[in-house]
């Protein structure tokens, strides 16, 4: 493992010399990753970009890019968008990136199943806030507000999550 390494266990990750809280999916942690299994997937993964809410927060990094009202991301293996952002409208199953909530003010979007997603082997892993401790997410890696925001500006091209 390197020092840019991101290294994620069911309840805290170990990043940039410090232990910081976070929660993995419902679903635990998994080898055989399926879609809707509520699961986040073992082993290294990219981070491929970073979005944030332009209303809400200044640009975290020159690379991040903005959330627009309509964005969306496709969840439906059946379609050929799945496990891409796509925007509204859009009739198939999708999640929708620009919430109420500030659970995706920040989203960090890792290669897990892209850029050409295998039908079925689940939609993106993002990391992002979470709801509160211990609250589980759909797959995802969930922190601390302050400790995301503090993960950013750390970040480098050859930044890995690392799932055990």
């Known amino acids: 493992m ?18 910081l809280p976070c929660t993995v999916g419902r679903g635990g942690i998994t080898k055989r990753k399926k ?21 809400r927060l200044s640009r975290p990094a020159d690379w991040a890019l903005p ?15 799945y496990n891409l952002m ?17 659970l995706y003010d920040v989203v960090l979007l890792t290669d897990w199943n892209w850029p050409y997603a295998v039908k079925g082997r689940g939609s993106a892993i993002f990391l992002h806030q979470w709801r509160k401790p ?7 890696v969930a922190f601390r507000r302050d400790h995301l925001y503090w993960l950013l ?8 999550v690392i799932v055990l």
């Not at 409208?89 to 620009?98: D, N, Q, V």
């Open 86 to 102: 796509v925007r509204a409208p859009y009739p198939h199953s999708h999640e929708a990136l620009r919430r109420a909530d500030p």
């Open 2 to 19: 390197r020092r840019t390494d991101i290294v994620v266990t069911p309840t805290h990750v170990r990043a940039f010399g410090r232990k």
């Open 67 to 81: 959330i627009r009202p309509g964005d969306l991301w496709s969840d439906d293996p059946a379609h050929e968008d």
């Open 153 to 160: 500006p750390r970040i480098r091209y050859d930044t890995r």
């Open 134 to 140: 211990g609250y589980p997410t759909e797959g995802c």
């Open 35 to 55: 879609e809707g299994d509520g699961a986040t997937p073992r082993g290294t993964h990219r981070l491929v970009g970073m979005l944030y809410r332009p209303d």
